[in-house]
C-alpha cells in the first residue's frame, strides 16, 4: 500500500547526523532536526518548498554525448543547456521548475544517453524530496536501467540503487525495497552501505519478521559500532530481544544506554523498556559503574554525591568490598577536583583498608600542592631504600622544578649531575633555566652565551630558542643595549616564528611601542588584536572555480587513471549533478589512498575510506573494518602504486578546482612549501580562510577571535574535515568524544555520538563553544586556553597552583608536557601568519603578563 505523502520513510532516525549539522548551521531548527527528510543527504526544507542544495559555479554544462568534454555545443537550446539551466534551477530553489525541465529531458530521445540519465537522476532526488514517493521510484528505476546501457553507463548505481530503495521503502514496497538495498550493501564503493542496512533492518522489523531484523541488527552494530545511530539500533534489538523472551539479553545494553545516554531518545526509550522489567536503574544502592563512569567523564560533583552515598550505604550493610571501590572512586573525584585535603584523607582511609590508594607520583604532587615538598621527597627517599643517590636527587629536582622551587631544585640538580656517571642525562640547561628564575639572570646568561653565540642568526628552531632566551637572560640582567640588539636580530630573521613574534614583543617593550588595545577582547587578553583581525577576512575565502573548470580537471583525474582510481569518475559524474560537496568526498577516499600508500599500507584489501586516521587501530566510518577486499583488484592497485605521483598531481588539481582546504595546504608543501613570505600564493594556499561562513558565526557569537579558531584548526587538522587523530579527537577542531558530550550537553543536544564531530558544521560550533569556555576561565589569556585545549584545562589549572610568579614566556616555556608546549607556541605563530597573510600586519604583539587567577570552569 501506498504510504501518505506526509509520512516520513522508516530511515528516519532521532537527530541524525545530517539533521544535527543543519541545525547547528542554522539551516533548520533543532526540533526539525529530529526527523531526517526522506531525501539524500543534499536537501533542506526551504520557504514550503523542497530545495535541492546544488552548491555550483557556472550556468553551463559541457556536456558531451559521450562524456563530460569540453567541445560540446553550448547552444541555448541543446539538450546540455536545457540539463543546466534546470541544474541550475534546483540550486536556486525552483524545484518545481526544475523538475519540470528534467522530466523533458528525461523523454526527449534526441537527448545524449548520460544527459537523460542524469536528468532522471535528479528527478528522483527532487520527487522524493518532495514526497512523492512513486515518481521518484520511477525515476530512479528509469535512470538506474538507462546507466546500465553501454552508452550512459553510470558510476553511481549504488547512489541510484539508494534512492530508488527509499522510495520503495516509503511507499510500501518492502520487498522491493530491500532487494535494492542488499545490492547497495554489497557495493565496495558505496558510502551508503551504513544507512542501507539500517533501513532492511527496519523493513524486516516492520514487515514483523522478528528474528530477521535481529540478525539485521547484530550485523550493523558489529560493523558500524561507533555509527551515529547505534543507540538507537540498541533499543530496537533490545525491544526484539524482549519480544522474543530473550529479556535478559537485553537489559545489559539497555542500562549501559541509560548510563551513558540519560537524556537521550535511546537512552529514555531504554528506561521504558526496563522499568516493566523491573530492570530499571535504582536509586538504591547507588550503581558504581555510574559513579565510575560519571568519573571518567570527569563529572565529579555527580560522582562525589553518589560515591559519598555509595560509602554509607555500605557500610550500614558492612559490605567492605563495595566501600572500598566506593573510596577509590571519591579519591580519584577528590584528587582531580583540587581537594587535596579530601583526597589526602580519602588515600589514607584506603592504605589502612587495603584499597588502592594513590600511586607515589601523585601523592608527591598531593603533598606539593599542599606545601609540603619534605613530605613529597620523603616519598622518593622511601623509594630508593634511603639512598640519595642520582635518581633520588633527579626526582627531588624535578618535583622542585615543577613548583617553582628553582633554588632548591638547582642545588638538587647540582647534586644530581655530581652524584651520575658519564652518559647520565645532563641537568645543565635545566640549570641555567633556575638560574634566571631564581633572579641571577647574569650567570644565566653567561652560561648561556655558549648557545646565543653558536649559530650566528641561523633559523632552525633551536637556535631561535637559544638566541631568544639568551637575550631575555641579557634584558633581566639590566643590558636593554645588548638585548634590544638580539632582539631586533631575531624579530628581523624570523617574524613570524614563534621566538620571532615574541622577540618583536619584548622589543616594542623596551622602546615603549606596545600597540593600544582595543574594545571586544577579554580583559586580560595576551595577543593585542587590532580591529581588523577581529572582523576577519571571511571576504577572502577560496572560492570554487566555475564548474566547466571543475568539470576539465575532474575529468582529466578520470580519464587518466579512473581505472585505478575509480573514485574519480564517481566523482565527475556527480559534479556534473551539481553535486559538489559529494564530489570532494570521492575525491577525499583518494587523498587517502595516496596517504596509505605513503605509509607502505595496501591498497587491495583496503576499504573506502575518507578519513585522515591517526588511530593505532585504522578503521572507515562508523567504525567499520578497515581491510576488506572488492574495492580495488590487485591490478588497479598496483597502477595506482605505479602512478601515485601523477594521481597526486591530476588529485591536487581537481581538489584546488573544488577549493578544498586540507587540499590547497597539502599542495602547498608538496610544490616545496612557503618561503617566500605572507604576500606569496604559497602561504595563502597554507593558511586559508576556511569555512567561513561557519567560523564567522560561531567566532561572533561566542566572542573568539576568528584567527585564533584558524591558528587551532591549522594545528589539529591542518582543514581536513574527517580527520581523527592517536587519542580519539575528531574532525576540524579535533574533539574528543567526552568533551563532545560535555558540549552536547551544554548547547542542549541530547542525541550525540563521536562521529557526529565528523561534520564541519557540528564540529566548528562545539570547538568554538569549548574554546570559548577555555578562554573565560584563564581571563582571555590565549596561550593558556591553547594548552587547555590540547592537555586539558585541569593540567593549565594545577600548573598555574604549582608555579610561581613568572611572565608568560617563561610558563609557556616550563608547560610539563612537551606536545602542549609546542602546542601553544604553535598556535601564537599560526595566528601571527594569518594577520600578515591577510591584512598586512608584519607583527603581532604577545603580552608577557600572566593572570593567574581562574574560573571552576571547564574542567574536562
Excluded at 104 to 120: C, E, I, N, Q
Excluded at 359 to 369: E, G, T, V
Amino acid at each position: 500500500m501506498r504510504r501518505p505523502a506526509t509520512e516520513p520513510p522508516p530511515s528516519a532516525v532521532p537527530l541524525t547526523r545530517i539533521g544535527l549539522a543543519l541545525a547547528v548551521a542554522g539551516l533548520i531548527g533543532a526540533g526539525d532536526a529530529r526527523a531526517e527528510a526522506p531525501a539524500p543527504d543534499p536537501t533542506a526544507a526551504s520557504g514550503g518548498e523542497v530545495t535541492l542544495v546544488l552548491a555550483t559555479e557556472g550556468t553551463e554544462s559541457a556536456l558531451a554525448p559521450g562524456g563530460y568534454g569540453v567541445d560540446a555545443p553550448t547552444e541555448v537550446v541543446s539538450p546540455e543547456a536545457r540539463f543546466a539551466a534546470a541544474r541550475d534551477a534546483a540550486r536556486d530553489g525552483a524545484a518545481n521548475t526544475a523538475r519540470a525541465l528534467l522530466e523533458g529531458l528525461a523523454r526527449d530521445a534526441s537527448a545524449p544517453a548520460t544527459v537523460r540519465r542524469d536528468s532522471l537522476h535528479l528527478v528522483g532526488r527532487l520527487a522524493l524530496a518532495a514526497g512523492d514517493w512513486a515518481a521518484a521510484a520511477d525515476a530512479y528505476a528509469e535512470a538506474l536501467e538507462l546507466g546500465r546501457t553501454r552508452e550512459a553507463k553510470t558510476a553511481l548505481e549504488d547512489v541510484i540503487r539508494w534512492g530508488l530503495g527509499q522510495a520503495l521503502a516509503a511507499s510500501g514496497h518492502r520487498a522491493e525495497a530491500s532487494a535494492e538495498l542488499r545490492r547497495v550493501e554489497a557495493a565496495a564503493l558505496s558510502p551508503y552501505r551504513e544507512r542501507a542496512l539500517r533501513l532492511e533492518a527496519r523493513l524486516a522489523e516492520e514487515a514483523g519478521d522478528a528474528k530477521k531484523a535481529r540478525k539485521l541488527y547484530d550485523r550493523f552494530l558489529d560493523r558500524y559500532p561507533d555509527s551515529p545511530v547505534a543507540r538507537e539500533v540498541i533499543v530496537r534489538r533490545a525491544a526484539l530481544d524482549i519480544g522474543l523472551g530473550r529479556a535478559d539479553a537485553a537489559v545489559k545494553p539497555l542500562r549501559a544506554l541509560v548510563r551513558e545516554a540519560p537524556e537521550s531518545r535511546a537512552g529514555l526509550e531504554a528506561l521504558l523498556l526496563l522499568e516493566p522489567l523491573g530492570a530499571a536503574p535504582a536509586r538504591s544502592p547507588v550503581d558504581l559503574d555510574q559513579v565510575d563512569y560519571l568519573v571518567s567523564e570527569r563529572r565529579f560533583d555527580e560522582a562525589r554525591v553518589m560515591a559519598e552515598r555509595a560509602i554509607d550505604e555500605a557500610r550500614a550493610a558492612k559490605q567492605r568490598g563495595t566501600e572500598r571501590r566506593a573510596m577509590e572512586l571519591l579519591l580519584r573525584a577528590e584528587y582531580e577536583s583540587f581537594r587535596f585535603p579530601e583526597a589526602l584523607a580519602a588515600h589514607r582511609w584506603l592504605s589502612e583498608h587495603g584499597g588502592d590508594g594513590l600511586d607515589d607520583w601523585r601523592l608527591s604532587r598531593l603533598y606539593a600542592y599542599m606545601d609540603d615538598l619534605a613530605a613529597a621527597e620523603k616519598i622518593f627517599l622511601d623509594r630508593h631504600s634511603g639512598r640519595k643517590g642520582r635518581g633520588y636527587w633527579s626526582q627531588v629536582a624535578d618535583l622542585r622544578y615543577e613548583f617553582g622551587r628553582y633554588k632548591d631544585a638547582y642545588r638538587a640538580y647540582y647534586l644530581a649531575r655530581k652524584s651520575g656517571r658519564r652518559g647520565d642525562p645532563d641537568p645543565t640547561d635545566r640549570m641555567i633555566w633556575c638560574l634566571l628564575r631564581m633572579g641571577e639572570p647574569e650567570q644565566a646568561a653567561k652560561a648561556a652565551r655558549r648557545f646565543g653565540d653558536r649559530g650566528g642568526r641561523a633559523r632552525g628552531t633551536s637556535r631561535l630558542y637559544e638566541r631568544y632566551w639568551y637575550a631575555r637572560a641579557l634584558q633581566l640582567s639590566g643590558d636593554d643595549a645588548a638585548a634590544r640588539e638580539v632582539f631586533a636580530g631575531l624579530s628581523e630573521d624570523a617574524p613570524w616564528d614563534y621566538y620571532g613574534v615574541q622577540a618583536w614583543s619584548r622589543l616594542a617593550e623596551l622602546d615603549g611601542a606596545v600597540p593600544d588595545e582595543v574594545a571586544g577582547v577579554r580583559a586580560s587578553e595576551t595577543v593585542r588584536w587590532s580591529e581588523a583581525s577581529l572582523a576577519g577576512a571571511f571576504d577572502q575565502a577560496p572560492a570554487r572555480a566555475p564548474l566547466p573548470t571543475i568539470l576539465v580537471a575532474i575529468q582529466r583525474l578520470a580519464d587518466d587513471y579512473g581505472d585505478a582510481a575509480p573514485e574519480a569518475v564517481r566523482a565527475l559524474e556527480l559534479a556534473n549533478l551539481g553535486l559538489l560537496d559529494d564530489a570532494a568526498g570521492e575525491l577525499r577516499v583518494i587523498g587517502m589512498d595516496l596517504r596509505t600508500l605513503s605509509y607502505g599500507g595496501s591498497l587491495s584489501s583496503r576499504a573506502r575510506a575518507d578519513m585522515l586516521d591517526n588511530r593505532a587501530t585504522k578503521r572507515a566510518r562508523s567504525g567499520a573494518s578497515i581491510r576488506e577486499r572488492g574495492r580495488k583488484s590487485t591490478q588497479a592497485a598496483r597502477a595506482f602504486s605505479r602512478n601515485a605521483s601523477a594521481i597526486r598531481k591530476a588529485l591536487r588539481e581537481a581538489q584546488r578546482a573544488l577549493a578544498d582546504p586540507y587540499a590547497l595546504r597539502r599542495g602547498a608543501y608538496e610544490d616545496g612549501g612557503f618561503d617566500d613570505g605572507p604576500t606569496s600564493k604559497a602561504w595563502r594556499d597554507s593558511y586559508p580562510i576556511a569555512y567561513p561562513a561557519l567560523v564567522q558565526a560561531f567566532s561572533r557569537q561566542f566572542k573568539v577571535p576568528p584567527y585564533y579558531v584558524y591558528a587551532i584548526m591549522t594545528v589539529e587538522s591542518a582543514f581536513h574535515p574527517h580527520a581523527i587523530s592517536v587519542s580519539d579527537a575528531y574532525g576540524l577542531l579535533q574533539m574528543i568524544p567526552r568533551t563532545g558530550r560535555r558540549v552536547a550537553h551544554a548547547l542542549g543536544y541530547a542525541e550525540f555520538s563521536p562521529e557526529l564531530l565528523l561534520e564541519p558544521p557540528v564540529n566548528v560550533y562545539f570547538g568554538t563553544y569549548y574554546l570559548a569556555a577555555a578562554l573565560d576561565k584563564f581571563q582571555g589569556q590565549e596561550p593558556l586556553a591553547a594548552a587547555a585545549y590540547n592537555a586539558g584545562p585541569h593540567r593549565v589549572a594545577a600548573w598555574l597552583l604549582a608555579r610561581g610568579e613568572g611572565p608568560m614566556d617563561m610558563f609557556i616555556e616550563e608547560i610539563p608536557f612537551g606536545q602542549a608546549r609546542s602546542y601553544a607556541k604553535s598556535v601564537l605563530k599560526h595566528l601571527a601568519r594569518y594577520r600578515a597573510i591577510y591584512h598586512g600586519e608584519l607583527h603581532t604583539y604577545v603580552s608577557n603578563a600572566v593572570a593567574r587567577d581562574f574560573a571552576a570552569e571547564p574542567n574536562y
